[in-house]
C-alpha cells in the first residue's frame, strides 16, 4: 500500500519538565519555562524510525484479533540506545487501502528521567472527495487508543453513518464497546454529530474532544483517522459496508 495521506492527533509527551504530560499538536507548541517546544509529523516519524532501526532485531507482531475483516495486530519492541532504554508499542490495524495505530514510545534515561510520546496515526490512499451514492452509507471497523495518564490500552467499536451520501455533507461518528484491555473495565461510548466533510473527503471535530478524519480508495471504501478525549489518544478504521 502506497500511502499519500497521514493523519495525526496530538501528541501527548511526558519529560521531566512537564511530568504531569502535556498534549502538543503538530506543528504547534507547549510553552515551558517560556519557551514552547514544538513537534512536527516529521519529527515523530524520524523519532519512531530510529527506535525502529534499534529494535529490529528484538521485536514482536502478534496478531490479536479480528475486528469486522480487520486483523488488530501488536507490535512491540525493546532495547538500548547506550544509556537509554526504550520500550515501543503500537496497536492498530491494516485494511486494503489504509492502516491505523496508536503508538507509544518510552525511554528512560538510566535514572529517574523518563519520557513518553503518545500518538494516534492514519495513513492510505486518500479517495480526495466526498463520498458518493445514494442512501444511508455506512462504514464500521475497530477503534483504538492508549490511556495518556495509565498506558493501558483500549480498543472498541467504531461506526460511521452519513444519512444520505447523496445530499449529507456530514459524518456521525460512534465508538462503542470500549474496553481497557489491561484491567478489563469498560470505557463510556464516545460520540461526534454531524461533523462537517470538506469537498477533498477529510473531516474534523473539535466538539466533545477532537477528531480528525480522512476517506480513503476508489468509491470511499475506507475512512480513517485520529481522535484526543476523555483521557486517551488513539486512532480508528473501517470499510464500507
Same mark, same amino acid.
Given at each position: ?38 513537534? =512536527? *509529523?516529521? #519529527?515523530? &516519524?524520524?523519532?519512531?524510525? @530510529?527506535?525502529? %532501526?534499534?529494535?529490529?532485531?528484538? /521485536? ?10 480487520? =486483523? *488488530?495486530? #501488536?507490535? &512491540?519492541?525493546?532495547?538500548? @540506545?547506550?544509556? %537509554?532504554?526504550?520500550?515501543?508499542? /503500537? ?151
Amino acid at each position: 500500500m502506497d500511502a499519500d495521506s497521514l493523519v495525526a492527533s496530538d501528541a501527548h509527551v511526558v519529560t521531566s519538565l512537564i511530568p504531569g504530560g502535556a498534549d502538543v499538536s503538530s506543528g504547534g507548541g507547549v510553552m515551558i519555562d517560556g519557551n514552547t517546544i514544538e513537534i =512536527t *509529523l516529521a #519529527e515523530i &516519524r524520524m523519532g519512531v524510525e @530510529n527506535q525502529f %532501526d534499534l529494535t529490529r532485531f528484538n /521485536s514482536r507482531y502478534t496478531p490479536v484479533m479480528d475486528h469486522r475483516g480487520v =486483523t *488488530l495486530t #501488536e507490535y &512491540r519492541a525493546a532495547g538500548r @540506545n547506550g544509556s %537509554d532504554v526504550f520500550e515501543y508499542l /503500537s496497536y492498530g490495524g491494516w485494511l486494503t487501502e489504509s492502516a491505523f495505530s496508536v503508538d507509544m514510545l518510552t525511554i528512560n534515561d538510566g535514572s529517574d528521567d523518563e519520557s513518553s510520546l503518545i500518538v494516534g496515526i492514519s495513513y492510505g490512499e486518500e479517495s480526495g472527495s466526498k463520498p458518493t451514492g445514494t442512501g444511508v452509507a455506512n462504514w464500521n471497523g475497530p477503534a483504538v487508543g492508549v490511556h495518556k495518564d495509565s498506558g493501558d490500552v483500549i480498543q472498541g467499536h467504531a461506526g460511521m453513518t452519513i444519512l444520505n451520501v447523496a445530499t449529507e455533507s456530514s459524518v456521525d461518528i460512534n465508538f462503542i464497546n470500549l474496553r481497557n484491555l489491561s484491567n478489563g473495565d469498560s470505557i463510556d461510548n464516545m460520540g461526534w454529530i454531524n461533523v462537517p466533510i470538506g469537498m477533498d473527503g477529510t473531516f474534523s471535530s473539535t466538539t466533545s474532544g477532537d477528531i480528525d478524519g480522512v476517506f480513503y480508495g476508489m468509491g470511499h471504501t475506507e475512512v480513517g483517522g485520529t481522535f484526543n478525549r476523555d483521557g486517551i489518544i488513539g486512532a480508528f478504521g473501517g470499510t464500507r459496508e
